[in-house]
């Protein structure tokens, strides 16, 4: 049972252009939902998370919006640059005293110069 | 701060073997994840280490251990290798005691089973 559903897999958007990648949880303990960014070769490394009681998180051209009512939330990253094309993975987990963190499929983004 | 370490970085196996993966985490952080990370399956949680003590663990078999030693430094063990095990093996690090918090991945070990 896939807890997080990402989409979409793969994104090519043209420098100047808007990224926007969505993802989707079913359990609502979530209380915890970071992005994160994957070069190849590399470990995730955080982008930004948001928790439940904000609707919207905004780190310079990163900006997360969640929608608890749909059990949504998506990454939105502005002025896209060669630079940002990587993996983006969603993820989500819950209180309780673990670390345990949900992920999505990942979408690989491409920003054509 | 030092960022989370991997040891080794590649390792080739063949079937049936054991393997050993270190990780060394951000100094003061307590908590050790592991996660399994391919192509088809995507990143999975392996289990969470905390204070030397398993906190949670995923649906893998039970050919996949783990242990933490006091100074946090984690390993993880698998016996019996199959093919399927060929994965990038990633740990991620976090305080660990303040609730679900940014968790600091390591750049992982690669690990090949022929």
């Known amino acids: 049972q896939q807890q997080v559903k990402q989409s979409p897999q793969s994104l090519i958007v043209q420098k100047g252009g808007i990224s926007i990648i969505n993802c989707a949880y079913e359990n609502t303990a979530f209380d915890y939902f970071p992005w994160y960014q994957q070069f190849p070769g590399k470990g995730p490394a955080l982008l930004i998370a948001?928790?439940?009681?904000?609707s919207e998180k905004k780190e310079g051209r990163f900006t997360i919006s969640f929608n608890k009512s749909a059990k949504q939330f998506s990454l939105h990253i502005m002025d896209s640059q060669p630079g940002d094309s990587a993996t983006y993975f969603c993820a989500a987990s819950k209180a309780g005293g673990s670390e345990k963190l949900v992920f999505g499929k990942g979408t690989k983004l491409t920003v054509n110069p | 701060k030092a960022g989370v370490t991997q040891t080794p970085r590649y390792l080739i196996k063949t079937r049936g073997q054991q393997v050993t993966l270190s990780c060394s985490p951000i100094s003061g952080h307590r908590s050790v994840s592991w996660y399994q990370q391919t192509p088809g399956q995507g990143l999975q949680f392996l289990f969470e280490?905390?204070?030397?003590?398993?906190?949670n663990k995923g649906n893998f078999p039970g050919r996949f251990s783990g242990r933490q030693f006091s100074n946090s430094r984690s390993e993880m063990n698998v016996s019996t290798l199959e093919l399927g095990d060929s994965a990038l093996y990633l740990c991620?690090?976090?305080?660990?005691?303040?609730?679900?918090?940014?968790?600091?991945f390591g750049p992982g070990t690669r690990l090949t089973v022929l």
């Open positions: 948001i928790r439940p009681d904000v």
């Open positions: 280490y905390f204070s030397e003590t398993q906190r």
């Open positions: 991620a690090s976090s305080p660990g005691d303040r609730g679900p918090d940014t968790q600091y």
